[in-house]
């Protein structure tokens, strides 16, 4: 298993970048918030192709440095795009408290999740992987809950286009996550 995992990781960027960019060709067609969503959308997608086949062609010759940058650009760039497309959801309304609850909810994983993300790369501080796990856990329950609502609770209303492509996205943060150790045990204070 450990095999395969190796093997999707590299390839799962140009996988969502290439559903990203089918998902959002029509919405060029679209005016307004639309458009800009999905003009912004299309660039995504470019990058996650541009960095998926850069991830396969260079492998491990990449520096950790920029190894990092890019992992945290990756991360990121979505839960930034989904933030402000929650926020114009909001702002347009149409919907009762159930989703008002789930679009707030998004919002706020969304950020926590781009900001303690950015700290657990460009900081030592094996502490912040907690943090980091329990923002990314909310951020991907609340794509669930996007993906359940947009459906009205239907099994056959699911969006798959959506389905596959937070799931790819689910993949590579937990796979991009360091393993989760037990907290540095404080020294013992003599009495």
């Not at 660039?43 to 990449?62: E, Q």
């Not at 440095?65 to 979505?78: G, N, Q, V």
């Not at 702002?91 to 657990?120: C, E, H, K, Q, R």
């Amino acid at each position: 298993m450990k095999k395969i995992t190796d093997y999707i990781k590299p390839n799962i960027l140009i996988i969502f970048g290439a559903l990203l960019l089918v998902m959002n060709l029509d919405a060029l067609s679209a005016t307004g918030a639309g458009l800009a969503l999905g003009i912004v959308a299309i660039i995504m997608s470019v990058y996650y192709l541009f960095v998926g086949i850069l991830l396969v062609l260079m492998g491990n010759k990449l520096s950790p440095s920029i190894h990092k940058i890019l992992d945290a650009i990756t991360i990121s760039f979505f839960a930034l795009y989904m933030f402000v497309s929650y926020l114009l959801t909001t702002i347009d309304g149409g919907f009762g408290p159930t989703g008002w609850v789930i679009n707030i909810l998004s919002m706020v994983a969304a950020i926590a999740l781009v900001i303690v993300y950015i700290m657990y790369k460009f900081t030592d501080q094996a502490a912040l992987i907690r943090f980091v796990s329990l923002f990314a856990l909310i951020f991907v329950l609340a794509l669930l809950l996007d993906v359940l609502f947009a459906a009205g609770g239907l099994v056959g209303r699911i969006n798959i286009f959506l389905v596959a492509i937070y799931a790819a996205y689910s993949f590579y943060l937990f796979s991009s996550l360091g393993k989760i150790e037990d907290a540095p045990k404080q020294a013992e204070t003599v009495k």
